[in-house]
């Protein structure tokens, strides 16, 4: 069951729910006509349409493009349509929703405004996402994201990349694409801490991954989905998220955690009365039932579940409700009743798939009146055009004129320009000298930052091979010969119990000589690469220490990391760790490695008590600069986000991965 979480990009410059709608229709009533009044004609259009009133929201909305048309305010025009389309898609409107949405992109055009245009490309992909018509979601959507990440305007950009996660889910030989901008969304509002955009992304990026059939990797989404949901206390997320949960158990065989996530799902229904909902708890308890073998058992829950789902009319759970009831029927030997419910499910089946031949047959016919309209606009288009050509070929002869007068009033400016202009100069390349000189010295600094790195592993390796080679197999033949000592000799008790605590002390000096050997260059890392070393890590931290620390990598293997860089990463990483550890107070910590073409995403997370990051800039200790000296050894780029009481995570960028 795939769940998607769709944007709508309002140009919005208010906070809608901020105010009730007592003092705005009082400040609404005795307010002048002009742009002011347009923006509180929509907000108080989209406080009636989050109550659901959608009536009075049009009748804002209307007036709000009155208004806008006789004050010749544009601006206000483009967010009507924006606002407008909105109400329009939730009636179903779908095509009058896209013309709207193509004169707000013709508007944004005519008055060149980019930012205008780009939010007005976003709306019209979503226009031909409700008809269905996905080549142009995408184009429109590229469209506006071009424009974003050019303005590194994160806000928007996680909404789109949701936006072309869920389009691309949609074809099916896309879903590859859908899960790169999926990725891409959940990236983004992590960095932005956006809590409901990142429950959306993870929604958006598990679907996609129940697409593509990788069950254990969405389980892993949607749990932390359902966490997130949790703490934010949004019902309808963790509802969501304990359907797509039950839906994963079954696909992956773990029936015993079927029933209390179940349970779970059928309270958070209730409370919020989602009839769906309980529906789907109901008949996963009766499921689990089933697959326990104790069919007298679930079969009440299954029958509740239809009795739900026939009053509320919810024909695809109807559908399958029947389908389990018939298989208990059959376990428990009535073939009579397997064979009814049966019939049951493949009617609902049949009527189901003729309501979708149907809706296609609607879309197509849509489609292609839509086609139509489009042809007339883009004729009327060229039209204006060669009228708007005979005005311009009237207007050049003036246009000339004028250029003459303001070429000899441009030449003046010129050289008065050009003679500021040289003493500007004059002053720029003493200070480019003076930034060439702080450069060459900071590229010095790093040059002996990666001198000394280089060097401290080569001695590491070298100091662990003398140390496990040499003095380890010295006392361990020290032990050999004391043990056989031990043996031959006849000493008193006293001095029998000296001699084994020598032997205890010579045990745990071999002990401690293999962990700082292991440390210094971790056996699993040179023989079995840097996943498993990671992994094996992890696995020590949480069995010697009170810290919780989970490892995650998505689409990364050990040959996709060049050999000089394998133990630089696994240091950075034990340097993070280490620092948690001693600093952070934390109780759980996440190292996840996302690889995306030929760029490793790393991010180190824990729940501690974190910090003010001005300490961490005025701090010049050796862990520090050994962290950030290493990341500038691969070419990577390091970020930290931190704040008293909210944790610390590490964000860390390595391009060209598999190259020196």
């Known amino acids: 069951m795939k769940h998607f979480v769709f944007y709508i990009i309002l140009l919005a410059c208010f906070t809608a729910n901020s105010q009730s709608l007592g003092p705005l229709l009082k400040e609404f009533k005795t307010a002048k006509e002009d742009t002011n009044k347009v923006l509180l004609m929509l907000e108080i259009g989209y406080v009636y349409e989050l109550d659901d009133k959608l009536d009075s929201a049009t009748y804002y909305y209307k007036q709000c493009e009155t208004l806008s048309k006789k004050i010749n305010y544009n601006i206000g025009l483009l967010k009507y349509f924006s606002y407008y389309s909105a109400i329009l898609n939730l009636q179903e409107k779908n095509e009058e929703g896209l013309e709207l949405n193509l004169k707000g992109v013709e508007l944004a055009k005519k008055i060149n405004n980019r930012f205008q245009l780009a939010c007005a490309y976003s709306n019209t992909g979503a226009s031909y996402y409700q008809l269905y018509m996905y080549d142009k979601t995408i184009e429109y959507f590229l469209k506006a994201a071009e424009y974003f990440e050019k303005e590194n305007n994160k806000k928007y950009l996680g909404q789109l990349y949701g936006n072309l996660a869920g389009t691309y889910s949609e074809i099916e030989e896309q879903s590859k694409k859908g899960y790169y901008y999926g990725l891409k969304s ?62 994963l158990f079954m696909r992956l065989k773990r029936y015993e955690d079927i029933k209390k996530c179940a349970e779970e799902l059928l309270a958070v229904s209730t409370e919020i009365d989602d009839k769906e909902g309980m529906a789907g708890g109901l008949q996963y308890i009766g499921k689990y039932y089933f697959q326990m073998k104790k069919y007298n058992e679930g079969k009440p829950y299954i029958l509740k579940a239809i009795a739900i789902t026939q009053e509320y009319k919810i024909m695809r759970t109807l559908s399958h409700c029947y389908s389990a009831l018939s298989n208990i029927e059959l376990a428990l030997g009535n073939l009579p009743e397997f064979h009814l419910y049966g019939a049951r499910a493949d009617s609902i089946n049949d009527v189901l798939i003729t309501q979708k031949i149907d809706r296609n047959i609607h879309e197509n016919e ?89 060097g401290q592993e080569e001695e590491r390796k070298r100091l662990a091979k003398d140390l496990h080679d040499g003095l380890g197999g010295i006392l361990s033949s020290a032990k050999y010969s004391f043990s056989n000592m031990k043996n031959n000799l006849i000493i008193s008790e006293e001095n029998a119990s000296a001699f084994e605590n020598g032997l205890s002390i010579l045990d745990k000096s071999i002990r401690e000589l293999r962990r700082v050997a292991h440390n210094m260059m971790p056996e699993a890392l040179v023989k079995f690469g840097l996943n498993t070393a990671l992994k094996d890590f992890c696995e020590s931290i949480n069995k010697n220490s009170s810290l919780q620390l989970t490892y995650q990598s998505y689409d990364f293997k050990d040959e996709d990391v060049s050999q000089n860089k394998i133990s630089t990463i696994y240091r950075i990483i034990q340097e993070l760790v280490n620092n948690i550890i001693k600093h952070a107070e934390a109780k759980t910590a996440l190292v996840q490695f996302v690889k995306t073409n030929d760029t490793l995403s790393i991010t180190v997370e824990d729940d501690g008590k974190g910090f003010e990051i001005v300490i961490l800039r005025n701090n010049s200790g050796i862990g520090y600069l050994n962290l950030y000296s290493r990341v500038a050894y691969i070419n990577g780029k390091i970020d930290i986000q931190t704040a008293p009481g909210k944790g610390t995570s590490v964000n860390i960028e390595i391009p060209n991965i598999s190259h020196d």
């Open 186 to 247: 959940l990236e983004i509002c992590r960095e932005l801490n956006d809590t409901i955009g990142i429950e959306g992304a993870l929604a958006n990026t598990a679907g996609i991954l129940m697409s593509l059939k990788r069950y254990d990797s969405a389980l892993v989404l949607v749990k932390e989905e359902y966490k997130i949901s949790q703490i934010s206390k949004h019902k309808r997320s963790m509802m969501t998220s304990l359907v797509n949960m039950n839906f």
């Open 366 to 454: 849509a489609k292609y009146s839509l086609q139509k309209k489009q042809d007339q606009i883009e004729t009327l288009n060229k039209e204006n055009e060669i009228k708007q050509l005979n005005l311009k070929q009237k207007s050049l002869l003036n246009l000339m004129l004028t250029a003459a007068i303001l070429i000899f009033i441009l030449l003046g400016f010129l050289y008065y320009r050009n003679t500021k202009q040289k003493r500007k100069l004059l002053l720029s390349e003493a200070q480019l000298q003076q930034q060439r000189i702080q450069e060459l010295e900071t590229e010095k600094k790093l040059l002996v930052s990666e001198s000394m790195i280089k």
